[in-house]
């Protein structure tokens, strides 16, 4: 599990610890009824904003209490109001209108963020969505736009239905992320339109069609961290695809290139977190970006952050005094994105982690550190950019092989969860296979084996052709053909016969894969044929 | 390695030797949305919202079945099984659970209990053989619901290649691969005795295990030396045939010497009261097995 330390700023401290001392005992109470929706929020690339944007004068002035054990009929209820009330100061003339409408609006935002669970849905079918545009409208003060663009914000934030309604707010919110905008106005859009891309495919080609890049990579520049951040945050689920469209259109816009790096640069880590996940999604979408990016200085950072990190442990509970302290940095933002280069363009592992380099050294070392690491993912991830670096060239092999990442693998091999046996399978395999660019049955590098095999791998192959999973089994058998073919002396039979491998091979003869059949035939007649055992 | 079974499938295709695929190091490159990411995806957005010190334990095992259970959807791939399983890790068990049938005669091990008990009629019943002698059709096809039956060993096998698309190598009763020690044996033994000690092997119940008896495939006939390896056990199969057909016409005749056709019971019933000298009840019955198929004239 990942520990990970979080550096606050003052008044989200505060919001949190106003969430957490309201929350904790209610919280239990009602753990049960909202438990599901709320652990399907959490997984969802979307977030509410629970709390005024850092900078803003409601900063200052908020003590905002969670509200938990609002019976769910009387917040439906308030809300509605909310709306009508919202509908009415639209029409107000004269002096106190401003005025009132700030506080409409202030009314149905505070009950779209301390609420729990918002009531969304609520409020879209009072009419919330027709009306707020409204008060997005040219012209009208900071404030009001701010409070506006928090309401649907936190709207889009709710089931996929939910966001959708947003469709006739998009114009407007994208206008005003223009440089027009204060920064504050442009940082909620922002926020809200990064939860419309968090939503879907469908919704991300509209934003793009609309125009939301080009805004967003300008709000990236912003010397202000918050908002810098949240339009990283946005721009990475703008353009996470499928599509590598918006990925592409993105590394062509002068300078983003350049934000990327100073943005790498900066201390600040929370930035840096959403900035590496930009690289993530333009290094797993673009060739084109993936080809600028490792030819810049992004590869060494990204390495010395991930070797900087002190420790990747579980986050421990916060400790009612809040002395802790904690880093959002998340490692395995810049190992995905590590893993990506790797995988994405062969002048990473060719010109860039060339054998002899420091950066090298550095880039085993850290993918190490996480093999070493309890969080399943760091692991998995690990060995999948570790597999890559395998699949490089003879030094490259050499260099792994003589590492510390050996017994780790193997162990991983024996002992972990099938999807990293898978990864640190594929990587062992791959050091012991000459690079070869034919079909041919490719040059066997003996002493990788040798040792691989001495060390105990075939139970771990072996059970990978016991797998259901096709692309495993199929692996195994990959594996077990090179120890029958290149193990010295012919010995590779025997040893793979002791572990039962026989037995694995032919429980193929039943299974719906015929491709499978006939490759785990083919091995077990060519070695185990009428002349096995005979000398 | 290529990133999808699908690719993956056409590169053994492609590959040199017709089945074996060899393997290929090569780098793997994964989309966004690949199931490979989703765990990484989770703990991003929780970490995000701040939200990983809230949750308890319970909350986190929550989530993680969530996000795996999502990606999570294997089904056996054993011809005909279909099985939903939860996950990966539940497939040993289950295999072991349906799929290891053994015959306690002669340790072969079916996927099947279908495909065992018609393994222990055509193997090892003489009950079997006599109506297969008599001239009913007794071989069974081996794709369930087909309910195709046939006279002999070798028109089922076509029948499977024709109607089913059974490779034409596929043989669904293999000679049992000998031990090494009876290898070894076979080699000192005069060739006299090689039908016999056939017999002997599928009898044979290896200590180890490890070299067990459920071989169906033939050798394909790489080369030479191969087809000349068939060859021999072609020989040795119709020598075994030979041998069982000479046991079958023993068996006839002692069964039609049994019975009369005046005193054969209506109902053969068990135990000793109407049997009235009829002491030969076929073993099938009395055991209270029920035969793969009932014999139908046809």
């Known amino acids: 599990m990942l520990l990970v330390t979080i550096a606050f700023n003052l008044s989200l401290v505060r919001s949190l610890v106003a969430v957490h001392n309201s929350a904790s005992s209610r919280r239990r109470e009602h753990a049960i009824a909202v438990g599901k929706e709320r652990r399907e929020a959490l997984m969802r690339a979307k977030r509410v904003c629970r709390a005024p944007l850092s900078g803003s004068d409601e900063a200052a002035m908020e003590e905002g209490d969670m509200v938990i054990d609002e019976e769910k009929a009387n917040l439906e209820a308030r809300t509605t109001q909310a709306v009508e009330e919202l509908k009415s100061a639209l029409s107000t003339q004269g002096k106190g209108a401003q005025k009132k409408k700030i506080e409409v609006l202030r009314a149905l935002r505070r009950l779209l963020s301390q609420s729990e669970v918002p009531p969304v849905e609520t409020a879209i079918k009072a009419g919330a969505i027709p009306l707020l545009v409204q008060y997005l409208s040219f012209g009208s003060s900071d404030e009001q736009l701010l409070e506006a663009a928090w309401c649907l914000t936190n709207i889009a934030a709710g089931e996929p239905e939910e966001t959708k309604s947003l469709l006739p707010a998009l114009p407007l919110l994208i206008a005003h992320l223009g440089e027009k905008s204060s920064t504050l106005v442009a940082e909620q859009c922002a926020w809200a339109i990064g939860n419309v891309a968090g939503e879907g495919a469908d919704l991300r080609s509209k934003l793009l069609a609309q125009g939301a890049l080009w805004p967003l990579a300008r709000l990236m520049l912003s010397n202000k961290g918050s908002t810098a951040r949240t339009a990283a945050w946005a721009l990475s689920n703008l353009i996470k695809g499928p599509d590598p469209k918006a990925a592409n259109e993105l590394i062509s816009i002068d300078g983003v290139l350049n934000a990327i790096v100073r943005n790498l640069e900066k201390a600040d880590e929370e930035l840096a977190t959403e900035v590496a996940w930009v690289v993530v999604y333009l290094s797993a979408l673009s060739e084109k970006a993936t080809s600028l990016i490792v030819r810049s200085s992004v590869p060494q950072l990204l390495i010395g952050r991930l070797l900087a990190s002190e420790n990747l442990q579980l986050l421990i509970p916060v400790s009612s005094d809040f002395s802790i302290t904690y880093h959002s940095f998340c490692i395995f933002t810049v190992l995905r994105s590590l893993g990506n280069l790797v995988a994405g363009d062969a002048y990473m592992v060719d010109s860039v982690l060339t054998v002899g380099n420091s950066i090298t050294d550095q880039a085993v070392s850290s993918l190490i550190k996480c093999l070493k690491s309890d969080s399943r993912v760091l692991k998995k991830e690990a060995s999948w950019a570790m597999s890559n670096i395998a699949a490089g060239s003879f030094e490259h092999k050499k260099l792994i092989f003589a590492s510390e990442a050996m017994p780790l693998l193997m162990h991983l091999l024996a002992t972990a969860q099938f999807d990293i046996r898978r990864e640190a399978a594929y990587t062992l395999g791959n050091l012991c296979v000459v690079p070869t660019g034919n079909a041919a049955p490719p040059n066997i590098i003996v002493n990788h084996l040798v040792a691989i095999v001495n060390g105990g791998a075939l139970p771990g192959f072996i059970n990978l052709v016991r797998s259901a999973d096709i692309e495993s089994a199929r692996l195994g058998l990959q594996f077990l053909e090179l120890v029958m073919r290149g193990y010295p002396n012919g010995q590779g039979p025997q040893l793979v016969e002791r572990e039962d491998g026989i037995e694995a091979m032919e429980r193929f003869q039943f299974h719906e894969n015929e491709l499978m059949r006939n490759m785990a035939n083919g091995l077990v007649d060519k070695y185990f044929g009428e002349d096995y055992g005979l000398e | ?298």
Not at chain 2, 25 to 45: Q, Y
Not at chain 2, 261 to 286: E, K
């Open chain 2, 1 to 298: 390695m290529q990133q999808r079974p699908e690719d993956a499938m056409e590169e053994v295709e492609a590959a040199a030797g017709p089945e074996l695929g060899f393997w290929l190091a090569a780098r793997r490159r994964l989309a966004p949305d690949d199931p490979f990411f989703a765990a990484g995806d989770l703990e991003r957005e929780l970490l995000a919202k701040h939200l990983a010190l809230d949750l308890s334990e319970d909350d986190r095992n929550q989530l993680e079945k969530m996000e795996v259970a999502s990606t999570c959807t294997v089904f056996c791939p054993i011809a005909g099984c279909g099985a939903h399983l939860g996950c990966l890790e539940d497939f040993e068990d289950h295999y072991v659970t349906r799929h290891s049938a053994s015959c306690s005669v002669c340790s072969r091990v079916y996927p099947t209990s279908r495909l065992l008990s018609i393994h222990v009629s055509e193997a090892h019943d003489s009950y079997f053989q006599a109506k297969v002698a008599r001239g009913f059709p007794m071989y069974e096809c081996l794709v369930e619901g087909c309910g195709v039956k046939l006279k002999s060993y070798k028109s089922r096998q076509q029948h499977l290649i024709d109607k089913h698309q059974f490779p034409k190598s596929f043989e669904f009763f293999k000679k049992a691969r000998p031990s090494q020690r009876q290898r070894q044996k076979s080699q000192r033994r005069p060739t006299a005795h090689k039908g016999e000690e056939a017999r002997d092997n599928s009898m044979d119940v290896d200590g180890k295990g490890t070299r067990q008896t459920n071989w169906k495939y033939r050798p394909k006939q790489h080369d030479h030396k191969e087809s000349k390896e068939n060859e021999r056990q072609h020989q040795e199969a119709k020598e075994n045939e030979m041998e069982v057909e000479q046991k079958i016409d023993e068996l006839t005749s002692a069964v039609s010497k049994l019975s009369t056709a005046d005193s054969t019971p209506a109902n053969v019933t068990f135990g000793h009261r109407r049997s009235r000298g009829l002491t030969f009840v076929p073993r099938s019955i009395r055991q209270n097995k029920q035969p793969a198929s009932q014999p139908e004239a046809k």
